[in-house]
């Protein structure tokens, strides 16, 4: 996987105020905002083609934007049914396939559900059905990094233990951290300098340098309730602390990319960016 140079700042998507509706318009669009990064939004399937992803390849290289992938919602690597869960596998396969022709770097996945059972097994299953995916994608030289993320509700497989784990057990992964997935799932909690401090901590002390100096964060504002994430908010309009946890990231010297998943997507990124490069450490 290539290096990243910096802590850049993106959209959750095409940016709405891009005048023509399309992913390289977008890249342009985001080039155009200040931004240097974009997701890719295959939530409802992976909707480009190797040719187009091609030409988005050019376009991403010229304009300076580092392309990342959100893989479909409809992912369970711990259904019940086998058929499922080949086709969540074959969802997050294709989803690093395109993002490997564009040229990109992460992709993005929600791992699978508890369904009630011990998480100590969901865990074992989780990460042969992820051994597989990598084993799927080394084996045909496609180099993306591979990506469980750290999940809005207690129901859904992945807090940050169980995400490092998988990272140190398996070649290619790292967790994609959602900062208000993390504030939603511990119900108002991981909204501190010292939480955000202990959480990245963890990742270097289990992890190395290597986990920080290529970070796919996720950051928005969020609205919650006791049982988790309900839905996401613009940061302004939230309780989450973001300021600070620019802090934090600046504190630790963190490379790689913040998403911006508020529904102002390219309002929320140009605010923090800015942020980001004001604060002093």
Known sequence: MFKVDRLR??????PISTPKRSTMDGIIHVRNLGLDAMELEFVRGVNIKPEL????????????????????????????????????KKRIIQSAERL???????????????????????????KGEIKDIVKNLQDRGIEVWIRPELTGKPTQFGDLKELVKLSEEIEMVLPTIDFAHAHARHAGECNTTEEWRGMLSLMEDRLGREALDNMHIHISGIN???????????????????????????EFRVKGVVISESPNIEGDAILMKKKYEEIKV
């Not at 700042?9 to 095409?14: D, E, R």
């Not at 022709?101 to 299953?125: I, T």
């Not at 919650?224 to 600046?250: A, F, I």
């Open 224 to 250: 919650y309730t006791s049982k988790g994430e309900r839905n996401h908010l613009n940061l302004q309009e939230s309780d989450m602390n973001w300021e600070d946890l620019l802090r934090v990231l600046k």
């Open 9 to 14: 700042f993106g959209t959750a998507g095409i």
């Open 100 to 126: 490997y022709d564009a040229g990109g770097w992460s992709v993005v996945f929600h791992a699978g559900y508890y369904l009630k059972q011990d998480p100590e097994k969901v865990y074992e299953r989780i």
């Open 53 to 88: 992803a091609k030409k988005i390849k050019y376009v991403a290289r010229k304009h300076d934007i580092l392309l990342t992938a959100h893989a479909p919602y409809y992912i369970n690597l711990n259904a019940a049914e086998k058929a499922k869960v080949e086709a969540s």
